[in-house]
């Protein structure tokens, strides 16, 4: 079977993949992601920058099947990604308290010379949050790795009112996106349950 490759350093994704009998490797892509600007759209942005994931890792693995993928939280024409401190976090989490925000994950597949991606979108409500709550939330949620700086898995639930759309894709990995894409490249997720 053909090496496949999850081009993420993502602990979630790896253990989505892992609900799946088929082998892979993780290895991280080093793509810049601020090399791709944000032209106000997130399904365009988050597939150019799973594109670029796995371009670069096709280059140091060029018969490999690639697997990437990037998850971003719009809301109201604004991108979050991962926050780069705690204040930061902060402050998304108050932007977002009480409202419906959208979560896109784009995935992209690379093998050879082809190359497929998709996105997923769902949609997500958060409940009014207390500045303490959210303080609390940051002390006890792990949130330095995450798109907006939130968990929707396990106590990190407390935060979420209303999910339309697919769970996983909040996760990081939508399922059935990447079911569809990794069929493209003859791999049947069907035979790997």
Request: proline share 4%; net charge negative.
């Amino acid at each position: 079977m053909t090496r496949l490759i999850l081009g993420s350093q993502s602990p979630r994704r790896k253990e989505i993949l892992e609900y799946f009998s088929i082998p892979f490797e993780q290895i991280s892509s080093s793509f810049d992601e601020d090399s791709i600007a944000f032209q106000n759209n997130p399904e365009e942005y988050v597939c150019a920058i799973s594109q670029g994931k796995a371009e670069e890792l096709a280059r140091k693995f060029p018969k490999a099947i690639i697997l990437t993928a990037d998850t971003i939280v719009h809301k109201d024409g604004k991108v979050y990604g991962k926050p780069k401190n705690r204040e930061e976090a902060k402050d998304i989490l108050q932007q977002l308290a009480g409202h419906w925000h959208q979560v896109y994950t784009g995935v992209t597949v690379r093998h050879a010379k082809e190359h497929h991606s998709s996105f997923e979108r769902t949609q997500v409500l958060f409940h009014a949050l207390t500045p303490e709550e959210i303080d609390l939330y940051h002390d006890k949620i792990a949130w330095q790795d995450k798109a907006a700086g939130y968990a929707i898995q396990q106590n990190g639930s407390i935060i979420i009112r209303s999910i339309e759309g697919c769970y996983y894709n909040v996760l990081g990995l939508p399922v059935h996106t990447t079911k569809l894409l990794l069929a493209k490249v003859g791999i049947n997720l069907w035979e790997h349950l």
